[in-house]
């Protein structure tokens, strides 16, 4: 048995008056467990709750890992490309065309990650509905913008090599090897 009151006062306030208006109808009930209701949906949703932290902390990681996988890929792509790029300056290229063709390696490595991964959220995404509050398993506007957030995240984890390697000086590329 449960009673509810509702009230525009502090409900903690109130509790000891319910509980002598309940012991003045029926001196024998028992009363236990008086609790506000924004306690009850706090322990309601607390599994839920644990849930979406520990799922965020989870993708922190993934993206943490992503970057620091993109960043390591293209810096030792870069240090491969040492001698080229050195040429390449050596002939005249540009800091600016450099810069682009190592960012431009590592969006497109980007791209593929996301093509294969947004194909397997559409896939397994109806596994994780059980999980997802007011939001559709493969909502347009949360695959969009997580996307985004991927993309710029690979994009800065490229750029970073790529400065360094704007900066070499072509006779040291030269003598390198």
Do not use: H, W
């Not at 943490?64 to 792509?77: E, H, K, R, W």
């Not at 540009?94 to 682009?100: A, E, I, N, S, T």
């Not at 997580?146 to 490229?158: E, F, G, M, P």
């Amino acid at each position: 048995m449960a009673l509810v009151v509702r009230t525009e006062q502090d409900p903690t306030s109130l509790s000891s008056a319910v509980q002598a208006s309940i012991v003045a109808v029926d001196r024998d009930q028992p009363i236990s467990n008086v609790r506000t209701l924004g306690q009850v949906v706090a322990a309601a949703s607390s599994r839920a709750r644990f849930n979406s932290i520990l799922l965020s902390g989870f993708a922190g990681v993934a993206l943490l890992l992503a970057a620091i996988g993109i960043f390591g890929v293209v810096s030792y792509t870069v240090s491969q490309r040492t001698r080229e790029i050195g040429i390449r300056m050596a002939l005249g290229a540009d800091r600016g065309d450099v810069l682009k063709i190592v960012v431009r390696q590592g969006v497109t490595l980007t791209l593929i990650g996301l093509a294969i991964g947004l194909a397997g959220t559409l896939a397994t995404g109806r596994l994780l509905s059980s999980l997802l509050f007011e939001t559709e398993p493969n909502d347009p506007l949360t695959m969009i913008s997580i996307s985004l957030l991927l993309a710029a995240v690979a994009i800065t984890a490229s750029v970073i090599p790529a400065r360094r390697a704007i900066k070499v000086d072509p006779l040291i590329a030269l003598r390198c090897e």
